[in-house]
């Protein structure tokens, strides 16, 4: 995408949450500690904020709801999101991200779990994602990750036709990329 110390980005969905303390995720607002224009990035979570200020304190923390962004249409340069669109609900959820994405920045770069990997990344579970849902949720109780039945995972199609046509899905594998540029 090559962005300049001039372009401003849209973090939607970084994360507030003691990373990995009660949630069993091992959560790293990466984007943050990497970029090297942190103080172009305004980041939004649905937590208060108080520890990513404190971590990424050049960087914007705005609470609220990737659904409804509370941004200007075309505020951004770029709306840049890693591993959230799998955790807003189901379908027409999904379309909602994609379009609040697009409506504050027609340059997108999303990521998301490719549901085709054998091994579904946020329990570790081998196939368990595969199985009719009935059966899957089942086995997420048994393995002490219930949490996970709230996740909607996608395939390569299913993110490609949340985007408008000019956009590309790249599957890396364990991940799928989506980016409009």
């Known amino acids: 995408m090559a962005p300049t110390e001039a372009t401003t980005v849209l973090d939607i969905g970084v994360d507030d949450v003691a990373f990995g303390e009660d949630t069993g995720c091992r959560t790293l607002n990466f984007f943050e500690a990497l970029y090297p224009w942190p103080q172009q990035v305004t980041a939004l979570g649905l937590h208060e904020g108080a520890r990513f200020r404190e971590s990424y304190p050049q960087a914007r923390y705005v609470q609220g709801d990737a659904l409804a ?71 997420y109780d048994l393995a002490r990750k219930p949490w996970a039945k709230e996740n909607h995972l996608l395939g390569p199609g299913e993110l490609r036709d949340l985007f408008p046509s000019e956009a590309r899905v790249v599957n890396l594998g364990l991940t799928l990329v989506a980016v409009l540029d």
């Open 69 to 139: 962004l509370p941004f200007e249409d075309d505020e951004f340069d770029i709306a840049f999101s890693n591993a959230v669109i799998e955790h807003v609900g189901g379908p027409a959820e999904q379309r909602r991200f994609v379009n609040e994405a697009l409506r504050v920045s027609r340059r997108a770069f999303v990521t998301t779990p490719n549901r085709w990997f054998p091994v579904e990344v946020h329990t570790r579970l081998p196939l368990v994602h595969w199985l009719p849902e009935a059966v899957a949720h089942r086995a």
